[in-house]
Nanobody
């Protein structure tokens, strides 16, 4: 299992930006990477995912056009750039890794991921 460490969360005003980072303990070139979030009292939900080679990216409808997922395999790091943040984006954000070269909607299913970060808190004030 690859170990993941999330960071970059914080408190930001509505309309602001944050960039989350997820560093893996080893090379993730054969892993798809995803970001999920969980708000208080709600289930964990998909946010964004990127295939092992970066060719495919998926976004939840609620973040399309505002969030960008990217990866830097040389640094074993995946990023989530978040712009135009809204109070409803407030949640704990988790990165996840899934071994394999799939490039389809299975990347949106949290049950398909085998490794998870510890989570980083994002709070957006109105």
């Amino acid at each position: 299992q690859v170990q993941l460490v999330d960071s970059g969360g914080g408190l930001v005003q509505a309309g602001g930006s944050l960039r989350l980072s997820c560093i893996a303990s080893r090379r993730t070139v054969m892993y798809a990477m995803g970001w999920f979030r969980q708000a208080p009292g709600k289930e964990r939900e998909f946010v964004a995912a990127i295939s092992w080679n970066g060719d495919s990216r998926y976004y939840a409808d609620s973040v399309k056009g505002r969030f960008t997922i990217s990866r830097e395999n040389a640094e074993n790091t995946v990023y989530l750039g978040m712009n135009s943040l809204k109070p409803e984006d407030t949640a704990v954000y988790y990165c996840a890794a899934r071994y394999g070269t799939d490039q389809d909607m299975i990347l949106m299913d949290p049950r398909s991921y085998g490794s998870w970060g510890q989570g980083t808190h994002v709070t957006v004030s109105s």
